[in-house]
């Protein structure tokens, strides 16, 4: 009986695990197959994500009775507009970034999530991190720097803009104040991080919507509807594979946390990350040279490190999930578990789950 049980928590240990990664890597390569295809259409994509996010919420609420939609209260809705102004900000830069950078490239561009994560949380409870998790951050900054520098064995059109970078480090910095902030948000939504969900997607949507009309995406649509080169159908299923995997993602990040460990998961998001770089060269052609292979290793050892340094420590499930707003998460639906909190930031680019210690 007890190999039997062994077996059954096994099996559910990895299918939760390749439920997780199937998830984050679909979100990554449809979000970058539809900015690719309507790179001009980049808020109004996360738009829709960000709805079909919500309309998901209250379909699962109508099926289960554990999901309740919170009631629209302005006095919540005003105390909820940090968190909810630095998730759509990033998760905007985060998209941008995805559009103007390889997939292979997203993970170093969005390298400094640990570090700045990190620097975050430590100046919003006055503490001093520990010589391990310094030299876990170091590691992690260190091959973002290796990712980034210069290098003459890449074509012009694989090198990244300069603005593309500016893109990706604000928006690993807001990722930081959004893991910051969800602490002092949830006594807001009676510590259920389902309404946290709610607010926070259907709050993005409305925050962002002006913005839509503003850069003029509606008529750009419109006029590329018109046009025989364009394939809509990318862009139209594009949006409902990313906002339903988005969603899913958000599932998956509750499991993993219920299910697996963090050593575990850490583990697995690993091997995503190298999975993902493959696929990106496989898919899109993207190139990876020795400076860009030694800078994801380097990230993935800082990272891996930082894990096991805070396991030691005995402290809560540490930002390691963050990376999954790399994965083209979008759309951040909180989720929690066991005590700890989860920020799976689902639907959007990568990415990807956060969670604050």
Not at 239 to 246: A, E, P
Not at 335 to 344: C, D, F, T
Request: include cysteine; charge should be positive.
């Amino acid at each position: 009986m007890a190999f039997l049980r062994f077996n059954e928590k096994t099996l559910q240990v990895a299918g939760v695990v390749a439920f997780y990664m199937t998830a984050a890597l679909v979100m990554v390569f449809v979000n970058k197959a539809v900015l690719n295809n309507s790179p001009d259409l980049p808020l109004l994509f996360l738009l829709l994500q960000l709805l079909i996010a919500v309309v998901l919420l209250h379909l699962s609420a109508a099926v289960s009775k554990r999901i309740e939609i919170p009631k629209l209260d302005i006095a919540v809705a005003k105390k909820l507009v940090p968190v909810v102004l630095v998730n759509i900000i990033g998760l905007v830069f985060n998209t941008l970034c995805l559009r103007d950078v390889e997939a292979s490239f997203f993970q170093i561009a969005r390298g400094l999530v640990l570090p700045l994560t990190i620097v975050v949380s430590c100046i919003h409870t006055r503490t001093t991190p520990s010589k391990k998790v310094v030299c876990a951050a170091a590691a992690v900054t260190l091959g973002f720097m290796v990712g980034v520098a210069p290098s003459s064995t890449l074509p012009i059109a694989a090198i990244p803009s300069s603005l593309s970078l500016v893109y990706g480090v604000l928006s690993s910095l807001f990722i930081a104040f959004h893991a910051v902030l969800i602490k002092s948000s949830l006594p807001h939504c009676n510590n259920s991080t389902i309404e946290l969900a709610w607010w926070t997607n259907a709050g993005s949507a409305i925050f962002l919507f002006p913005f839509v009309i503003l850069h003029g995406e509606p008529w750009t649509i419109l006029e590329m509807a018109r046009s025989t080169d364009w394939d809509w159908t990318v862009f139209f299923w594009g949006s409902i594979v990313t906002g339903v995997f988005g969603f899913l993602l958000c599932v998956a990040g509750l499991l993993s946390i219920k299910v697996t460990s963090p050593i575990t998961h850490m583990f697995s998001s690993a091997a995503r990350s190298v999975l993902q770089t493959l696929l990106g060269v496989g898919i899109f052609g993207d190139i990876l040279n020795v400076n860009r292979a030694a800078s994801i290793l380097v990230i993935l050892g800082g990272t891996m490190f930082y894990t096991w340094a805070k396991s030691v420590e005995s402290t809560p499930t540490p930002p390691s999930r963050q990376a999954d707003i790399e994965s083209g998460d979008r759309g951040y639906i909180p989720l929690k578990a066991e005590g700890r909190s989860s920020v799976p930031r689902s639907p959007g680019p990568d990415t990807p789950s956060e969670e604050k210690d």
